[in-house]
């Protein structure tokens, strides 16, 4: 069984190989990343892991290297459009959408091919989201965010700021074309749509109220610490392209910050994973390359939780209409770029 996992990444490069070796450890042969705009090497260091064999790379910064009709999509859409053209997705069973603050934890599955044989291969699967809290970090640490994290909302949170039981879908790249982000669209009435204890999912369903995390957990590190959650603050969005939304501000972390129960991680799939990782930085290339990310990703970092704190509107509202790309450029990218 060939099974892919796809997502689309800008500025994460100190998450990517431990998500790779994740993903490789649950029994995914094809890891298909796709990169934008990125300033803290994250191109660099995909371009390496590509090189050795472990994922497909996507250049996605510029929209004409992509196929000539999704151009017009934001990068996220046009990731994962572009994504599912390719040969090795086009060929697999299943595929993931999926982010690269999300880990996939199955409790009673050894891998992701024997959750699918225990539901006899249904034509979808959604997760709901867990979300994973800062437990009161403040600071970036390079350490993996499964180590680090160990705090989640509880299975009846269902969060203000975003709804905490969103869904993320595994399907058929050859059966359905037409998704978002979260889930197929246009299911034909036909198709056996469940979650991983086997219940049928309303094919109009945008979320999964009820979920069952006994038999999966789909851990959503989207806070991390405070301070890397001001990046994610400047970075934006990335699945609505010039369509105008929000800026985040800071009280949305607190708003999104679950830290309700203990949710420490520790599966064979996580112990194979780090296994894995470390092969991985056995690679000189690879390795080099990481630690020069690591550098960069901290100037980076530090420049926005200066930029951040010294824009007190930024403190005072969760999301508020306003463009503030040509403050970030000043304050943030063009000092980094003189700091190089």
């Given at each position: 069984m060939t099974l892919a996992v796809i997502t689309s990444i800008k500025d994460e490069s100190p998450y990517i190989i431990d998500w790779v070796a994740y993903y490789r450890a649950l029994g995914f042969g094809q890891i298909i990343i796709a990169q934008n705009d990125s300033v803290d090497g994250t191109d660099q260091l995909c371009l390496a892991l590509a090189d050795a064999g472990y994922i497909t790379y996507l250049d996605n910064t510029d929209p004409a290297h992509a196929p000539a009709d999704l151009r017009g999509l934001a990068a996220q859409r046009r990731a994962y459009g572009w994504a599912q053209t390719l040969?090795?997705?086009?060929t697999a069973d299943y595929m993931f959408l999926c982010d690269i603050d999300e880990y996939l934890e199955l409790p009673g599955d050894a891998s992701f091919a024997t959750m699918l044989d225990r539901l006899d291969h249904p034509d979808i699967i959604s997760?709901?989201?867990r979300m994973i809290g800062s437990g009161?970090?403040?600071q970036f640490d390079p350490a993996p965010v499964t180590d680090r994290f160990t705090r989640a909302a509880t299975p009846t949170n269902v969060g203000t700021k975003r709804a905490f039981h969103q869904m993320k879908s595994t399907f058929s790249p050859r059966l359905i074309t037409d998704y978002n982000v979260h889930r197929p669209q246009n299911v034909a009435s036909d198709m056996r749509w469940v979650t991983p204890d086997g219940k049928s999912v309303n094919h109009s369903a945008k979320t999964l109220p009820n979920f069952d995390y006994s038999h999966a957990n789909l851990r959503h590190y989207h806070c991390k610490s405070r301070a890397e959650f001001m990046v994610k603050m400047v970075r934006g969005y990335a699945s609505h392209g010039s369509k105008p939304l929000p800026q985040i501000g800071l009280p949305a972390f607190d708003l999104m910050d679950a830290n309700d129960v203990d949710l420490h991680f520790s599966t064979p799939t996580l112990d194979e994973a780090k296994i894995i990782a470390t092969e991985m930085r056995t690679n000189p290339a690879i390795a080099s390359c990481e630690a020069n990310c690591i550098a960069r990703f901290t100037q980076f970092?530090?420049?926005c939780v200066k930029a951040v704190d010294k824009l007190p509107i930024?403190?005072?509202?969760?999301?508020?209409e306003g463009d503030l790309s040509p403050y970030?450029?000043?304050e943030i990218y063009n000092k980094l770029n003189r700091n190089l």
């Open positions: 040969p090795n997705v086009q997760f709901a989201w009161g970090a403040i970092l530090d420049l930024l403190h005072k509202l969760a999301g508020f970030f450029k000043q």
